[in-house]
């Protein structure tokens, strides 16, 4: 029974460290990592990897050391925002027309991981989704 409650106890701690900010860099660090072209590696939706779903367009990010960044699309429909780096809860914060759209929760030279942040009007209980990035 003590086993049980240990393995229990391991796998909800473990599901929780998911959810911590990795973001731990100083700002000139995180510019210097961040300020580059990102593609998309694979998405993960409820500790699940999956593909893209049919319909959703592919896309790249390119961060500027001025704070804005680029969504660039494959059918050429891109857009601008602003990023922001909190280094007291250790993310990025992107945003797009004042409206925070997603956060970067883990930073290093090979890896991005971006999560997307739920609106006011969003639907409860929307599935958490991280979006993982490799360097191009």
């Not at 857009?79 to 780096?85: A, L, N, V």
């Not at 970067?104 to 890896?111: F, Q, V």
Request: net charge negative; with cysteine.
């Amino acid at each position: 029974m003590k086993r049980t409650l240990i393995v229990i106890g391991l796998i909800i701690g473990m599901n929780l460290t998911c959810f911590a900010q990795e973001v731990t860099l100083s700002e000139s660090e995180l510019e210097n990592v961040l300020c580059k072209q990102w593609d998309i590696e694979y998405a993960m939706m409820n500790g699940m990897k999956i593909g893209q779903m049919p319909g959703a367009a592919d896309f790249d990010i390119k961060f500027k050391s001025d704070g804005e960044y680029d969504l660039i699309r494959e059918d050429g429909e891109n857009e601008s925002g602003i990023w922001t780096y909190d280094s007291e809860k250790k993310y990025v914060e992107l945003s797009i027309k004042d409206k925070v759209t997603s956060r970067i929760k883990s930073l290093d030279t090979n890896k991005l991981i971006l999560t997307l942040v739920s609106g006011k009007n969003d639907p409860p209980g929307l599935p958490s989704v991280e979006v993982h990035f490799k360097p191009i």
